[in-house]
């Protein structure tokens, strides 16, 4: 490789390991050991990645002697291949991290089923009528819970599934467990229900919403919830007191929502920069509340974010392929990669060490970052 050619890569070109599926990539998960990466496609088929780099960056950094510079140098060797699954249904199917180091995968067929980190699929865990739409696992709890789109049924460990509720004509198909497993949400129609499912299962709250919600994701202590809505923006809902606040007025569907515990600050992707807030002060009376100034603004809208669990770094995807970092508050960016196609999912290791990436040309990708570079 000449040195003209070296001068043109990029940090994704230097540190990612990167593969091609046949598909748009729809969803990712790190397992719960952070061992491997599931990566879910539109043809309804699962591919999955060893988190380990067979050419970690710090074996590729050199230091020059004279002037103390450094650089890396670029990979050697391809990357181990993808393990690819046949096909759970026609579409995108739900995905979630399930056991140590294992995934559960929603099927066509409505069986949830066991996938393996070696592409291993094993017998169904719970059945139900149609197929399955959305599923969530709670690890503390060692529970999942299960929609066909109309029933929501909760399987306890190896104790079968009993029937939690039945959104009548409304879809419900995103479900997602707080942090501790002792509450689940339900996205149904134009609006969420919550549930207490420790022990026996009872309804806590409705709450209506303005639009579908397309992503439910609670904060780190449970106390908040927010969804992202098919138009209109996303939701902020209080456990506390149950105060519903939406915050509106972007250009595009809200498809993901985040929460950086280390900034105790919330984003949501669906704008032409990167859209955070402090939870110092809510966003509760309007969108100015408590808004970080994060990243730069652009021309470009924002379809993807994933707060470091570690720093208080944010990533963003965009449309046009472009992956950025910030930190949280600043508007100074690090370019990660320039452009290339729609990005479609990002998500950090619990380590914060890898960043796993999707995009619709059905790119799938993890970034290996130098343990020295967020010091």
Request: glycine fraction near 12%; include cysteine; hydrophobic fraction near 45%.
């Amino acid at each position: 490789m000449n040195q003209h050619a070296l001068q043109n890569l990029t940090l994704f070109d230097l540190l990612a390991r990167s593969w091609r599926r046949p598909s748009a990539i729809a969803d990712l998960r790190f397992s719960t050991d952070g061992t491997s990466v599931a990566f879910t496609s539109v043809d309804g088929t699962v591919a999955i990645a060893a988190v380990a780099d067979q050419e970690p960056p710090e074996s590729r950094i050199r230091v020059s002697n004279d002037l103390g510079q450094t650089t890396i140098r670029p990979r050697e060797k391809p990357p181990v291949p993808l393990i690819a699954t046949a096909e759970f249904g026609d579409g995108d199917v739900p995905l979630a991290s399930h056991g140590h180091s294992g995934f559960v995968v929603g099927a066509a067929s409505g069986e949830l089923l066991h996938l393996a980190a070696d592409g291993e699929v094993a017998s169904a865990l719970v059945t139900v009528d149609g197929p399955i739409v959305a599923i969530d696992h709670s690890a503390r709890a060692d529970t999942t819970a299960v929609s066909n789109g109309h029933d929501v049924l909760l399987s306890r460990g190896q104790n079968g599934a009993v029937q939690l509720g039945r959104g009548g004509t409304s879809s419900t198909d995103a479900l997602a467990f707080s942090p501790g497993g002792r509450r689940l949400a339900c996205g149904h129609g134009e609006g969420l229900s919550i549930w207490t499912v420790e022990g026996d299962a009872a309804l806590m709250r409705e709450v209506s919403l303005s639009a579908r919600s397309v992503s439910i994701r609670w904060s780190g202590d449970g106390a908040w919830l927010a969804c992202g809505l098919e138009t209109g923006g996303f939701a902020l809902v209080g456990l506390a007191d149950g105060r519903t606040s939406i915050i509106a007025g972007f250009p595009s569907p809200v498809r993901t929502v985040c929460w950086s515990e280390p900034a105790n600050a919330l984003f949501a992707s669906g704008a032409f920069r990167i859209a955070g807030w402090s939870m110092t002060a809510p966003p509760l009376d309007g969108e100015t509340s408590g808004a970080l100034e994060t990243g730069r603004a652009g021309l470009v809208l924002v379809e993807a974010v994933a707060a470091h669990p570690e720093k208080e770094l944010i990533a963003a995807g965009y449309a046009n392929g472009r992956i950025t970092m910030a930190r949280i508050g600043a508007r100074d960016e690090l370019l990660v990669r320039q452009l290339g196609s729609a990005v479609t999912a990002l998500a950090w290791s619990g380590d914060g060490r890898h960043l796993a990436v999707g995009a619709v040309d059905g790119t799938a990708a993890i970034v290996t970052f130098p343990a020295r570079m967020f010091k």
